[in-house]
């Protein structure tokens, strides 16, 4: 049967009916013809020149795929690019706006079966960023134009020009402070001394009124009684007795401010703090990690080195290889009583010592201090972390 004829009934239901998009089931990417219904596909799949194109495809399938892949790819990628730029959204909206040209390539012929599988690829590829949400997923291009880079660096380079202006601007102000204050360094400051009593007994009195008295002398002394101006005057006097250094009395040593003993009060406690590192050089330890085989599992070694803590160089007894591992992957050993251990945490922290003996129902020992200012004290429920042989 032939065409319809030019604006018969039926030519123009045809096309009302191929107006707007069409099912993606009954599209041939081959042949780049859209069927209306299975029946209309099934009678082009059955149709010569499919099978021609069919032949032509057999020959190197995966060139075609390919093709049709790249070409699917670098127009979904420039509509999203160029609509939406580097904003996040929907990948569903940026498909609908892709196969709204109907002369577009279908995904059907692509090497991936469904918008989530190629929405993935994206993000595996790196041409863009994608997330899940209870939504759908998101897509954001990531803009690698070279014009974009050189866009971006000139900008940063603009912003440090402007900070390296206002860094040079505040270092001028901020020499014209140290200048003033140099000129105003010649006066003198004031010294603070700590007060000493001599004597406990003797009670302290002060001689408010000496330099008054001493600047105004147009004051009637009948102001003040006589035994006022004993009392200033003897004060005055023995001020000035302790301001003078005596030669006869012998220097002792100066005791010890308030805020100094707390200070040392202070340095003692963060001393006797705990700590989460205990790596020490020249010490025995154990590797107890697994992730370096049976040759070296259980096996012992020395530190020769502490990096950053918590990180050892460590030398093999048996073999003499070196490793570096992870506080983590290291225990301390613990010797038979007699022999020299370092004390690897608490308030005795890097003090040697002698195993005197272990309480193995509470996993600690009795340490004797061998060095330090403590030299010879025994030391009680040491815990088994917290020391280790010496090599």
């Not at 596909?41 to 057999?58: G, I, N, P, T, V």
């Not at 012929?109 to 929405?119: A, C, Y």
């Not at 140290?178 to 001394?193: A, D, F, L, N, Q």
Request: glycine share 6%; charged share 35%; with cysteine.
């Amino acid at each position: 049967m032939g065409k319809a004829a030019f604006l018969s009934p039926k030519a123009i239901s045809n096309r009302i009916k191929s107006k707007g998009l069409q099912k993606l089931r009954w599209y041939c990417q081959m042949c780049q013809k859209q069927c209306r219904d299975e029946n209309g596909f099934k009678c082009h799949c059955m149709s010569e020149s499919h099978q021609r194109q069919l032949l032509l495809a057999s020959e190197d399938p995966n060139k075609f795929m390919d093709y049709f892949s790249d070409e699917f790819k670098s127009d979904f990628v420039q509509l999203l690019r160029r609509r939406f730029g580097t904003k996040r959204v929907h990948n569903n909206i940026v498909y609908n706006e892709y196969i709204s040209d109907r002369e577009h390539v279908h995904m059907n012929s692509t090497q991936w079966e469904t918008l989530t599988d190629f929405t993935k690829w994206l993000g595996r590829e790196g041409f863009c960023k994608v997330d899940e949400t209870p939504k759908g997923w998101y897509v954001q291009y990531i803009d690698r134009d070279p014009e974009t880079i050189r866009r971006q660096e000139e900008q940063a380079r603009k912003k440090k020009a402007e900070l390296d202006d206002e860094e040079r601007s505040a270092k001028f102000i901020e020499d014209q402070v140290r200048r003033g204050r140099g000129s105003k360094e010649t006066e003198e400051t004031p010294v603070y001394t700590e007060f000493k009593r001599e004597n406990e007994e003797e009670k302290i009195a002060f001689n408010m009124g000496a330099c008054s008295s001493a600047a105004g002398p147009s004051k009637p002394s009948s102001v003040l009684g006589a035994s006022a101006l004993k009392a200033a005057a003897a004060a005055g006097t023995s001020t000035k007795r302790k301001d003078l250094p005596s030669s006869s009395e012998p220097k002792e040593k100066r005791k010890k401010s308030a805020l100094e003993e707390i200070m040392e009060m202070e340095e003692k406690k963060k001393q006797s703090v705990r700590t989460d590192y205990w790596l020490q050089p020249e010490i025995v330890v154990k590797i107890v990690t697994k992730r370096l085989g049976e040759k070296y599992h259980k096996k012992k070694a020395v530190i020769k080195e502490v990096r950053d803590k918590f990180t050892a160089v460590v030398k093999m007894i048996d073999s003499g290889d070196k490793l570096k591992l992870d506080q983590n992957h290291l225990e301390t050993v613990i010797p038979a009583p007699g022999k020299r251990v370092l004390i690897l945490n608490g308030t005795y922290r890097d003090t040697e010592a002698l195993l005197e003996g272990i309480d193995e129902k509470k996993f600690c020992a009795t340490l004797t201090l061998d060095s330090g200012p403590q030299k010879g004290k025994q030391v009680d429920n040491v815990a088994y972390e917290d020391f280790s042989k010496l090599a």
